[in-house]
């Protein structure tokens, strides 16, 4: 039997790209407000961390307290047919990748050429995986990339010719799976891609997240829960949210890694879904250089 799911926080504009941290607390974007927050658990507390402008999309968690950010470079919420209140003002900046030290002090890291970066995962040898669709709704054609950035700062295009990737995380043996419009897709070693599964529910998926058996986690947006599937895309669960709304990303957290938290973009807020049955897979955080 699935855990019940738990409000935990609220009050956050349109939330995504959950991140836990060493400090036991969950940090997430506001991507409506160009915001990173963090969320005290113990009193659901959201505290700001850094305004980044734009449109924060994901953040994870880096070496020196600070965290790395994909900026999509802000959303006209007035095209996208969402009910969000109040309707934030469209404020577009560049697209890129930001980092935020652990003083809240907010740079980019590379911000040349990007379409509009959504989500992000780091390996273990410390390179960064992110998804650059174009900005929502998609035009037509299949102008959607995955970039890399190693340790040393270089980016360049690791996979192209996507129509909308969105979510990415990382398999136990560290092969890159994304969301791409309905499905999921795994990113091979030779450069190839296979489906895990085409079809993910009655809606698209947003982000999603890995357990160590290698199950997916996927937030499927207006299903308003989260879909689990296999390696191999038979889905075994659905955990879903009561109410409306629309679910926009799933990170694993707490102790041992056994509560999984969503971040429910619409209402905004945070939910939990305490001592599940796999803990998740632990994410690496990013090696942040020194500052000079």
Not at 33 to 44: E, P
Not at 253 to 277: K, N
Request: contains cysteine; aromatic residues 8%; proline residues 9%.
């Amino acid at each position: 039997m699935s855990p019940t799911p738990e409000i935990v926080a609220t009050g956050i504009l349109f939330a995504e790209g959950p991140t836990w941290c060493a400090d036991g607390t969950l940090v997430c974007t506001s991507v409506a407000n160009g915001a990173v927050v963090r969320v005290h658990l113990d009193t659901g507390r959201v505290d700001p961390v850094a305004t980044v402008g734009g449109g924060a999309n994901a953040a994870v968690y880096a070496s020196d307290g600070g965290f790395l950010v994909t900026q999509n470079g802000g959303v006209d919420y007035s095209t996208t047919g969402l009910r969000i209140e109040p309707m934030p003002e469209y404020r577009p900046i560049t697209p890129g990748l930001q980092r935020v030290d652990a003083n809240g002090e907010v740079t980019y890291l590379l911000d040349d050429g990007f379409l509009a970066p959504n989500d992000l995962v780091v390996a273990a040898d410390g390179t960064v995986w992110f998804t650059d669709p174009p900005h929502y709704p998609p035009p037509p054609g299949v102008t959607g990339r995955v970039h890399t950035m190693t340790p040393d700062g270089a980016s360049r295009v690791a996979f192209d010719g996507f129509t909308y990737c969105n979510g990415i995380a990382l398999e136990p043996d560290g092969t890159p799976v994304v969301v791409e419009m309905m499905g999921l897709q795994r990113l091979l070693p030779d450069g190839g891609r296979e489906w895990v599964v085409e079809v993910i529910g009655e809606r698209t998926g947003d982000g999603f997240c890995v357990d160590v058996d290698g199950r997916f986690y996927v937030a499927v947006t207006i299903d308003h829960g989260i879909r689990v599937f296999e390696h191999d895309g038979t889905e075994v669960d659905f955990l879903q949210i009561p109410g409306k709304g629309l679910v926009t990303n799933c990170c694993f957290g707490g102790e041992g890694l056994r509560t999984l938290f969503a971040t429910d973009g619409l209402p905004g807020q945070i939910v939990a879904w305490e001592g599940m049955p796999t803990p998740g897979l632990l994410q690496h955080e990013w090696p942040a250089p020194s500052l000079p």
